[in-house]
């Protein structure tokens, strides 16, 4: 591989993917570097909304503009990862109904379209939501899939010639005369190489912090962790928001075939706090009750949480005070040229955050190149709207074994995780019981993997599955993971592998 390359991107979520496809379409020479898989991160971490602004109309109208402009252009131009549900705003009678006007407002000063629907024709259409309906409006939501968005980004930037590296670690920075001049690296081997570049943009979300500090630059990010929990089936055709000023629990948004419902908002210890408790649940669940009546009594098949990167340049706000616009950290500014850093944002509007920063970079460089990612298609690997005659190995995600084939190419390490992130096997109700030991023993025969090999990926994946349904451990799913015990620890003896 070469070693040397104009720039050098960190961060393999929606910002550090949609930077590369950027700089690669303006005809540079560049790189990602990511630390684990792409999207592993705040982009695959969240609830899927894409915004339509509404959420952000009273308190940060700007962030709401920019949430409405590339809500309209994503949708035109990357459809595959994207499914228009539509939304819902609504406000209950326990909500302030002076609220609603200053909202209405909003909306129309961010160029947001709202509709009102009477509460009897909502509860018509969706049938699960409260009737204690004061007033209601459509707005433009839509389910976004943060791993196939990333995923679509990397194929779109590999085909204007650009390189990304997963499991590959920055250790360093090498740094001559003020300026950055190169990157040390370590791949999950342990190997350890230097690269060359003539400029680094760091774009690691929770993780901006350590890595600037690695050049002797500070930021001071406010990691907010927020817990999210997935139902088992579709609760709503569309996205339900509460109509109030942003809250725990105010947010259902159809994925697939399951909801998930989020979120909450508290300072997190680290980049990668993201374990949710019982309590958090718990506590999350009373709050949808409102939106949601009767929440206790469904089916959720896991929990998780998400650490958002919040910032503020005069460390004005945290957690739902903190703006949703994003930040560039020009470092030159501080003594060090050849760095910058972004910072903030959502990842509605990832792809105008990448504009911006390649605009700073080329600008730097001298370069004169202008973005065209607003009239460029992104292809998923994987589009949600798919059909296959082939048996899947997947029956919730219909996932099939020419996915798994097209999943892996190229790759010369990967986990079902990796596999999942791809292509949803395991997101389903079954939570992987049936398909992960069928998806394991494909890749045991195709890939020719030694023993100890396939049984990591089995038992890794099972783990992982695990963490995310031990806080909701209740009720229906309890009966579920007692069938995934009796077949993976009374059938196929998962302890002794």
Known sequence: MNNKFQVIVIGGGATGTGILRDLSLRGLSCLLLEQNDFATGTSGRFHGLLHSGARYVVKDPHSAKECISENKLLKEIASDCIEDTGGIFIATGKDDPSYIDKWLKGCTSAGIDTKEISPSELIKEEPYITKDIFKAYLVPDAAVDGFTLASANVLSAKKAGAIARTYTKVVGFKIEKGSV??????????????????????????????????????????????????????????????????????????????????????????????????????????????LVPGLKEMRFIRAFAGVRPLYEPGGKGSGREATR???????EETGLKGFISVVGGKLTTFRLMAKATVDLVVKKLSIDKPCITHKEPLSAPFPWKRL?????????????????????????????????????????????????????????????????????LLKDHIQERWKGTRPVLWGWQAQETELMRGIYLGLLNLDRL
Request: contains cysteine.
């Open 325 to 331: 616009e994003f930040t560039l950290i020009n470092h």
């Open 181 to 290: 001049k190169g990157l040390f690296l370590r791949d999950h081997r342990g190997k350890e190489e230097e690269l060359r570049c003539d400029f680094v943009i760091n774009a690691g979300g929770p993780w901006t912090g350590e890595i600037a500090s690695l050049a002797g630059q500070i930021i001071n990010i406010s990691p907010d962790k927020g817990v999210l929990v997935i139902f088992n089936h579709r609760i709503a055709g569309k996205v339900l928001n509460r109509l109030r000023p942003p809250g725990d629990g105010d947010i259902f948004v159809p994925h697939g075939s399951v909801t998930v419902f989020g979120t909450t908002s508290k300072p997190a210890e680290r980049p990668d706090d993201i374990e949710a408790t019982k309590e958090e649940v718990l506590d999350l669940i009373n709050q949808g009750e409102d």
């Open 388 to 456: 296959s005659v082939e048996e899947p190995l997947c029956q919730c995600e219909r996932v099939t074994k020419e996915m798994l084939d097209k999943a892996v190419e190229g790759k010369e390490r990967f986990s079902l995780g990796d596999i999942r992130r791809l292509t949803r096997l395991a997101m389903g109700p079954c939570q992987g019981t049936f398909c992960t030991f069928r998806a394991t023993g494909y890749y045991h025969e195709k890939k020719k993997l030694q023993v100890i090999e396939a049984n990591k």
